[in-house]
């Protein structure tokens, strides 16, 4: 794992942004009611965890917690509270402050439900900057992508600095909702494009010994078709030749390559290698064709 100073100093032209990122992380590592419900997951961790340089102005978490459970005033409140504290013992000459709080997609009944909270920063010699950041209306952003009602199986530590940590997904987890991201692409329940799971996947196959694969594969399977139970899904080991699925992870796949410091692989090969490992699970007999 990268430790979050290097990883803030290793991009000097985006180090007002790392750094408000840093403050996130602290805040919320630092906040009890925060700390014990959050599990960082997404593009973020896979920077911080395994060297990506594959992320984006959102920081995702996931939450087992489902909205009835959830205060979303409590929330916004002790996040708040926690990045003004967190700034503060940073040092770091920025002001972050929680802008918006919203349920998406809106209304009681949803079965998973996102929070979006943007998290404006401010440098705090700069007037203009402040005064937009108190009312709310900061130009400079982060979004905070809090999912509920998440199967989570395996958790990690990401250490800040002083033991302060933060709950992360563990790599079957991360893998395993990576697999049924792309899988949920065609399903009649949500129509989506996912052009960077693809990428992501087939980097921490590249990037994690195939060692330690041999001894998680049957915790990838077995967390993947949890995951995927949830979202009305039934994942079979010939689901990844759909073409349609191929299609649309294939979609903007090529955009990535302004978002990554190395060569973007190519497509075909991505795709083909992370088949291979999706087809290599254990699977059941009764699942073969």
């Given at each position: 794992?990268?430790?979050?100073?290097?990883?803030?100093?290793?991009?000097?032209?985006?180090?007002?942004?790392?750094?408000?990122?840093?403050?996130?992380?602290?805040?919320?590592?630092?906040?009890?009611?925060?700390?014990?419900?959050?599990?960082?997951?997404?593009?973020?961790?896979?920077?911080?965890?395994?060297?990506?340089?594959?992320?984006?102005?959102?920081?995702?978490?996931?939450?087992?917690?489902?909205?009835?459970?959830?205060?979303?005033?409590?929330?916004?409140?002790?996040?708040?509270?926690?990045?003004?504290?967190?700034?503060?013992?940073?040092?770091?000459?920025?002001?972050?402050?929680?802008?918006?709080?919203?349920?998406?997609?809106?209304?009681?009944?949803?079965?998973?439900?996102?929070?979006?909270?943007?998290?404006?920063?401010?440098?705090r010699g700069n007037a203009g900057e402040m005064r937009r950041l108190?009312?709310?209306?900061?130009?400079?952003?982060?979004?905070?992508?809090?999912?509920?009602?998440?199967?989570?199986?395996?958790?990690?530590?990401?250490?800040?600095?002083?033991?302060?940590?933060?709950?992360?997904?563990?790599?079957?987890?991360?893998?395993?909702?990576?697999?049924?991201?792309?899988?949920?692409?065609?399903?009649?329940?949500?129509?989506?494009?996912?052009?960077?799971?693809?990428?992501?996947?087939?980097?921490?196959?590249?990037?994690?010994?195939?060692?330690?694969?041999?001894?998680?594969?049957?915790?990838?399977?077995?967390?993947?078709?949890?995951?995927?139970?949830?979202?009305?899904?039934?994942?079979?080991?010939?689901?990844?030749k759909d073409p349609e699925i191929r299609a649309r992870s294939a979609?903007?796949?090529?955009?990535?390559?302004?978002?990554?410091?190395?060569?973007?692989?190519?497509?075909?090969?991505?795709?083909?290698?992370?088949?291979t490992f999706y087809e290599s699970l254990p699977w059941p007999p009764?699942?073969?064709?």
């Open positions: 794992m990268l430790p979050i100073d290097a990883w803030v100093a290793a991009d000097p032209g985006r180090t007002t942004f790392r750094q408000a990122v840093h403050v996130v992380l602290t805040a919320i590592a630092g906040t009890e009611s925060l700390r014990t419900t959050m599990a960082l997951k997404g593009g973020m961790l896979m920077a911080l965890a395994f060297g990506s340089s594959r992320y984006t102005k959102d920081i995702d978490f996931s939450t087992r917690q489902d909205l009835s459970a959830f205060d979303r005033d409590r929330f916004k409140g002790d996040l708040d509270a926690a990045l003004r504290r967190a700034g503060d013992s940073l040092g770091y000459p920025i002001l972050c402050a929680v802008q918006t709080c919203k349920q998406q997609p809106p209304g009681p009944d949803q079965t998973h439900p996102t929070i979006r909270a943007s998290v404006g920063y401010a440098r108190d009312a709310g209306q900061a130009i400079t952003v982060i979004h905070i992508d809090h999912s509920l009602n998440e199967v989570i199986d395996t958790e990690d530590v990401y250490t800040l600095q002083d033991h302060n940590q933060i709950r992360t997904y563990g790599l079957v987890d991360l893998v395993s909702e990576k697999l049924r991201a792309t899988l949920q692409q065609n399903s009649e329940v949500r129509v989506r494009i996912r052009r960077q799971d693809i990428y992501d996947i087939h980097f921490l196959l590249r990037t994690v010994p195939e060692r330690f694969y041999a001894r998680i594969r049957a915790d990838i399977l077995r967390v993947l078709i949890e995951k995927a139970r949830t979202r009305n899904l039934a994942p079979t080991p010939d689901s990844m979609r903007e796949y090529g955009d990535l390559a302004t978002e990554i410091d190395e060569p973007l692989p190519p497509f075909d090969r991505a795709y083909g290698e992370v088949q009764g699942a073969m064709p």
